[in-house]
């Protein structure tokens, strides 16, 4: 009764068989594609000696109307300050008994390992990828000092305050 509600044959070899004929028909159809110039920008080419099947890159599409209004609300409300930008002027406070960075570059640091952490990227993908001249170490270094549950909570709680307090202004103001 399974295979009757999916329309397939209960006989392996007549399934193959089918799959087969399908292929065929799929390989045909792309081979006088191919013939014709007419695949859509697939292309067959040579790289290092070797058959290569070339795609042409997808043009940028139309952002969805829904995302869009989505962003518009949240600009309107809370306007273009990036959450991440807030979390990085909180208090980061470290468990060394001595600390030697100039806040400017503690900053820079403290946003490089929250944008690796906060998007899954982690540390040494953000080290390697970026031009902003700081090592995978002196990162790890800030991670290990500043970045803790304690301090995340009070940049938190920091944040959201002041999230309220603007949600606050902003409804009095109306």
């Not at 006088?32 to 697939?42: D, H, K, M, P």
């Not at 043009?59 to 962003?71: C, Y």
Request: proline share 3%.
């Amino acid at each position: 009764m399974y295979y009757a509600a999916l329309g397939q044959p209960q006989d392996a070899g007549e399934f193959i068989t089918v799959l087969q004929s399908r292929l065929r028909a799929s390989l045909d159809r792309f081979d006088r594609a191919l013939a014709e110039c007419n695949t859509g920008g697939v292309a067959i080419m040579k790289k290092h000696g070797e058959p290569w099947i070339r795609v042409s890159p997808r043009g940028k599409q139309d952002e969805p109307e829904s995302l869009v209004a989505i962003k518009a609300e949240i600009e309107r409300r809370w306007g273009t300050t990036d959450p991440l930008d807030s979390l990085k002027y909180a208090e980061f406070t470290s468990v060394a008994t001595r600390e030697n960075l100039s806040k400017d570059v503690l900053r820079r640091r403290l946003l490089l390992v929250l944008f690796g952490l906060g998007t899954n990227m982690g540390i040494k993908r953000v080290a390697v990828t970026g031009k902003h001249g700081e090592s995978e170490a002196a990162l790890r270094r800030v991670r290990h000092l500043f970045v803790n549950q304690t301090n995340m909570r009070a940049a938190l709680v920091k944040l959201v305050n002041a999230t309220f307090a603007v949600r606050g202004r902003q409804a009095a103001g109306r």
